[in-house]
């Protein structure tokens, strides 16, 4: 599903493929969509067993309007090294995506940088934003990973964790049903049909996630950036109750839609890719919106 096209048409966007540099014999992929006059910044952070590529109609979407937007691909995903689904620590991702907004920001000319993240993405941006305080002017979250589904919980997730630190490099499918991952079925189909999407964890990588969704879930109390926290109603992979219960934690949630730095959106017809779901659309386009309420609420402070 491919949402309409506005402003730079698609021929005019430069697409850029490339290497982000880890150390000695190990990289992360990247990619970016620039349009020919950007005037704000995207980075896009992909989440479990996927990769950037599957957000070309986003990265598009956006550089039509002038965004200049980029994506990596994490490591043990798509096109970068590491072993498939494994992190030796969670910090590991954090330490990626700060190297990657290094990268961002020297490109970016002094324009503001949105961070977005999906599922367990988003996980890795809301971690950065309680932990690291990044230098980027707001967060947006897709379907973060800050609750597992029901059938995971309790015994299966103490398991994980002692496994992780028993077995930690130990590959086991993920089990996680692709028919969850959106309504639409061409959508899961082109995901199943995908060779760099993958569905195997180590154990030291589901202790990791479980461990750190624990650590964050109510932790906003810590961020001190605007954050706009988006879920699908009918998300069975990654329950929004997690997405609820970090953005009641947020400064400012408590003024409700009101916030400016504590949005939460819930839409009722979506399931997990909220970006690639029968709402799609309405999803872009209040990313759109809200970043740009953030870059005017910016503007009238400064003047």
Same mark, same amino acid.
């Given at each position: 599903?491919?949402?309409?096209?506005?402003?730079?048409?698609?021929?005019?966007?430069?697409?850029?493929?490339?290497?982000?540099?880890?150390?000695?014999?190990?990289w992360l992929f990247r990619r970016s969509w620039i349009p020919r006059e950007?005037?704000?910044?995207?980075?896009?952070?992909?989440?479990?067993?996927?990769?950037?590529?599957?957000?070309?109609?986003?990265?598009?979407?956006?550089?039509?309007?002038?965004?200049?937007?980029?994506?990596?691909?994490?490591?043990?995903?798509?096109?970068?090294?590491?072993?498939?689904?494994?992190?030796?620590?969670?910090?590991?991702?954090?330490?990626?995506?700060?190297? $990657?907004?290094?990268?961002? &920001?020297?490109?970016?000319? *002094? =324009?503001? @940088?949105?961070?977005?993240?999906?599922?367990?993405? +988003?996980?890795?941006?809301?971690?950065?934003?309680?932990?690291?305080?990044?230098?980027?002017?707001?967060?947006?979250?897709?379907?973060?990973?800050?609750?597992?589904?029901?059938?995971?919980?309790?015994?299966?997730?103490?398991?994980?964790?002692?496994?992780?630190?028993?077995?930690?490099?130990?590959?086991?499918?993920?089990?996680?049903?692709?028919?969850?991952?959106?309504?639409?079925?061409e959508v899961v189909r082109q995901y199943v049909a995908d060779p760099l999407?993958?569905?195997?964890?180590?154990?030291?990588?589901?202790?990791?996630? $479980?461990?750190?969704?624990? &650590?964050?879930?109510?932790? *906003? =109390?810590? @961020?001190?950036?605007?954050?706009?926290?988006?879920? +699908?109603?009918?998300?069975?992979?990654?329950?929004?109750?997690?997405?609820?219960?970090?953005?009641?934690?947020?400064?400012?949630?408590?003024?409700?839609?009101?916030?400016?730095?504590?949005?939460?959106?819930?839409?009722?017809?979506?399931?997990?890719?909220?970006?690639?779901?029968?709402?799609?659309?309405?999803?872009?386009?209040?990313?759109?919106?809200?970043?740009?309420?953030?870059?005017?609420?910016?503007?009238?402070?400064?003047?």
């Amino acid at each position: 599903m491919a949402p309409e096209q506005a402003g730079t048409p698609d021929d005019a966007i430069r697409r850029i493929e490339g290497r982000l540099e880890k150390h000695e014999r190990s990289w992360l992929f990247r990619r970016s969509w620039i349009p020919r006059e950007p005037t704000r910044t995207i980075a896009l952070v992909h989440g479990f067993g996927e990769h950037s590529g599957r957000y070309e109609h986003v990265g598009a979407w956006f550089a039509r309007r002038g965004a200049e937007v980029h994506g990596f691909d994490l490591r043990g995903h798509g096109r970068s090294s590491g072993k498939r689904g494994h992190v030796d620590a969670f910090a590991d991702y954090l330490d990626d995506l700060e190297r $990657f907004l290094d990268v961002v &920001r020297s490109t970016a000319e *002094g =324009r503001p @940088v949105t961070l977005i993240g999906h599922s367990m993405g +988003g996980l890795i941006v809301t971690s950065l934003a309680v932990e690291r305080s990044p230098d980027v002017q707001s967060v947006v979250t897709s379907g973060a990973a800050l609750a597992v589904s029901p059938d995971l919980e309790g015994f299966k997730v103490s398991l994980a964790k002692w496994l992780g630190r028993l077995l930690p490099r130990v590959a086991m499918d993920a089990g996680l049903d692709p028919n969850g991952i959106c309504t639409d079925a061409e959508v899961v189909r082109q995901y199943v049909a995908d060779p760099l999407v993958h569905g195997t964890s180590t154990m030291s990588h589901a202790a990791a996630l $479980f461990d750190q969704m624990d &650590r964050v879930r109510g932790a *906003g =109390r810590e @961020v001190g950036i605007p954050m706009f926290v988006t879920h +699908g109603a009918l998300d069975a992979l990654c329950p929004p109750v997690g997405s609820e219960q970090f953005h009641q934690s947020l400064p400012g949630a408590a003024e409700g839609d009101a916030s400016p730095v504590a949005t939460l959106r819930i839409y009722p017809r979506s399931g997990h890719e909220i970006m690639n779901d029968v709402e799609q659309e309405s999803v872009l386009s209040d990313y759109q919106t809200w970043i740009e309420q953030r870059e005017a609420d910016t503007r009238s402070e400064s003047a």
